[in-house]
């Protein structure tokens, strides 16, 4: 029997985030990861570009990461919002908002080498992987789980068990917590393109009668696509041959590229909107993709789970330092109240969004039409807009400060 102080199961990039967080402040910190440390092999950690933003940034910076990442991570310096058909259009600057960026693109693989194998260096930190959680049972002063790695079983104790283990949580389905679940009937197709003109660090999103498109600036030219369609149309789009698809990209996008080029591998996902009805349980909290799902109209959702990492991590050591059981659901539930208002007003703007932008209705599409323009045109509601798409809207962490943890 090993004894931790937390013990977090995921070793993906909010996993990997939290240990970091966790880190050099005297806990004994597990991490339980499915796949071997080489993020070549984690499916976290593949080719798709993740949109951090200016707030996520400033946690990375606190946390030391931020120097690896940076060579790696493409500015979003402007972003524009259309919709098809219609001639309104709304522009957001970073240069109104005083900032460098208002955001970066970064693949997650390049992220994943500055997350999960640095953790190897830090002595308070003991990674399991390849390893899988099997079970675990809560007791009143600690939770006990039992991992498998190598065919041969062990037990953890620790007064925390964090799970940080994705869309289909065992820990959660273990717990029985309820998850809201909606489908939009929609996947997303991602990939990489590149155009006739450079991307001038500008993030694109489109909204079309067929789903929203979305382009982000990457290095060298490129832009990371999200192309979303409806799920019966699936087949068909992913069938296309490189050019019929760029062929439909150019359609549904415009020219403001030039013409599209070439195309990258394309690897499509499901669209769901996933909330748990509770964040936390005796000895347990959830984090990330295990808490919630969202749709990828706004590239929330890295973000989303980075800011349960930062408060997560506060709520822990603040009780430690006041001599506080932060596995007790009275300390847990400071975590999930603060987190509420965050997790609530990114499922409503991004569904709010997607189906707004679906509706056929003409009395709709003027609506929405004024409303892009007026974002436009009224510097309230393009700074408003701004902060929200940068992370900074509402009660914020020291790491979301930019402050370290002490």
């Known amino acids: 029997m090993s004894q931790f102080d937390v013990i977090i199961s995921g070793g993906g990039m909010v996993g990997a985030s939290l240990a970091h967080a966790l880190t050099g402040h005297g806990l004994r910190i597990a991490v339980i990861e499915a796949f071997p440390v080489s993020t070549d092999d984690q499916p976290s950690y593949d080719d798709r570009a993740i949109a951090l933003s200016y707030g996520s940034r400033r946690i990375l910076d606190a946390l030391g990461l931020w120097q690896q990442i940076e060579p790696d991570a493409e500015a979003i310096k402007k972003i524009h919002v259309s919709d098809q058909g219609h001639f309104g259009f709304a522009r957001l600057d ?34 399991f992987c390849p390893a899988s959680l099997v079970d675990f049972t809560v007791g009143d002063k600690d939770v006990a789980v039992t991992i498998e790695a190598n065919g041969q079983r062990q037990t953890l104790n620790a007064s925390l068990l964090v799970a940080a283990d994705g869309g289909q949580s065992l820990v959660r389905q273990q717990l029985g917590i309820a998850v809201k679940d909606v489908a939009y009937g929609q996947s997303a197709i991602i990939s990489n393109v590149t155009a006739q003109k450079a991307h001038g660090n500008v993030a694109y999103e489109r909204f079309t009668q067929a789903g929203p498109v979305a382009l982000l600036p990457m290095s060298d030219n490129r832009c990371a696509l999200v192309y979303t369609v409806e799920n019966k149309d699936l087949d068909e789009a992913m069938a296309l041959s ?56 706004a590239g ?19 009780a430690r ?15 999930a109240e603060w987190r509420r208002k965050d997790h609530r007003s990114v499922m409503f703007a991004t569904d709010s969004m997607v189906r707004l932008f679906s509706n056929p209705l003409n009395i709709v599409k003027s609506a929405r039409n004024l409303g892009i323009l007026a974002a436009d045109m009224l510097p309230g509601a393009r700074h408003w807009i701004s902060r929200q798409a940068m992370g900074l809207a509402g009660r914020q962490s020291k790491l979301s400060r930019g402050v370290p943890l002490e």
């Open 321 to 335: 330092r006041a001599g506080q059981d932060y596995g007790l659901l009275e300390i847990l539930q400071r975590y």
């Open 300 to 318: 929330q959702g890295f973000n989303l789970g980075i800011r349960d990492v930062a408060v997560l991590a506060e709520v822990i050591l603040d």
């Open 94 to 127: 970073h240069e109104e908002e005083g900032v460098d960026a208002l955001g970066y693109v970064v693949t997650a693989r390049d992220l994943g080498q500055s997350l999960l194998p640095s953790l190897t260096a830090c002595p308070d930190v003991q990674l």
């Open 242 to 297: 490189d050019e019929a698809f760029l062929k439909n990209l150019q359609h549904r996008f415009g020219y403001r590229l030039g013409r599209f080029l070439r195309i990258g591998q394309r690897v499509a996902y499901e669209l769901r909107l996933k909330e748990v009805v509770e964040h936390v349980k005796p000895r347990v909290a959830l984090i990330g993709n295990a808490a919630h799902t969202v749709h990828p109209i």
